[in-house]
């Protein structure tokens, strides 16, 4: 397969916004399979990291579709990348990428038809990934049960998390939501800490189901931010309206608390 053919299915998987030229450096490299360098809008693979034969030029599309992604990712930016090239938008790119490699055979997904490696991933996602999710969410119903035995008390339940539990305050409130939520623990721990920042259900739901359905993290967190943006500005407005209503009456309580604690000092 040449250099010719790898662009051509390149843009077979997506059309590019600006043109780009894929080189072979007709090298091989110890630290980098390819690389895009977004100032010439050039793709360059070193072609001998790669064995001859189907499975070399399927490991040599992976390399291409990776470097691909940045040039999008570029294009995007009106042809310019940040420093920092491997950002969520990237990665969220990559696997759409991937996604429609696969879909249209061009290329083969390499973790499938592994029965080793499909069996290890299984014993992951159930000893690990799941029960994992499934403490932190039953956490959450206990750390929701000490909040109400704090508050009879008359004691902060930020304290009790502090300086009782000394755990952060973050990871507290986001194993309250977890339960509170009725997260799925099959997604993990990792991504029910980010569905448990959605205040909107329907946006949360959706997210969950995504992930439950294979997508990537990086790919649900962009699908999610896309959908912030072009949100209407009115319904943008009053949700954060219902934000601030709530701070101001979380301030409140604890205005009157301090109030109270100030009285019974004196």
């Known amino acids: 397969m040449n250099q010719d053919q790898v662009k051509e299915k390149l843009l077979a998987v997506e ?11 007709g090298k ?18 070193h072609n001998r990291n790669f064995e001859p034969g189907d499975a070399g030029d399927n490991l040599l599309l992976y390399t291409a579709i990776h470097e691909y992604a940045h040039h999008l990712h570029a294009c995007s930016k009106g042809g310019r990348l940040s420093v920092r090239a491997h950002t969520s938008e990237f990665w969220a790119i990559f696997h759409a990428l991937l996604e429609k490699a696969e879909a249209k055979k061009i290329y083969r997904d390499v973790f499938a038809g592994q029965p080793e490696l499909s069996g290890l991933t299984e014993t992951i996602r159930k000893k690990f990934l799941l029960e994992n999710g499934s403490l932190v969410k039953e956490m959450g119903k206990y750390l929701l049960k000490a909040h109400e035995l704090c508050a009879a008390i008359g ?12 755990i952060p305050r973050t990871a507290a409130n986001m194993a309250i939501r977890a339960f509170e939520y009725d997260l799925n623990p099959e997604v993990g721990a990792d991504n029910m800490r980010f569905l448990a920042g959605l205040r909107d259900s329907a946006d949360r739901k959706a997210a ?22 072009e949100e209407d500005p009115a319904l943008r407005l009053e949700k954060e309206k219902l934000r601030l209503e709530r701070t101001i009456e979380t301030l409140r309580k604890r205005l009157e608390e301090v109030k109270k604690e100030l009285a019974e000092n004196k």
């Open 15 to 25: 059309d590019a916004p600006m043109e780009f030229s894929l080189i072979y450096s």
């Open 28 to 45: 091989k490299s110890g630290k980098v399979n390819g690389l895009y360098k977004p100032e010439s809008r050039e793709i360059i693979i």
């Open 155 to 166: 004691v902060r339940f930020e304290d009790y998390v502090d300086r009782v539990l000394r």
């Open 208 to 229: 969950e189901t995504a992930l439950i359905k294979g997508k990537s993290p990086d790919t649900v967190k962009m699908a999610v931010r896309a959908k912030i943006r």
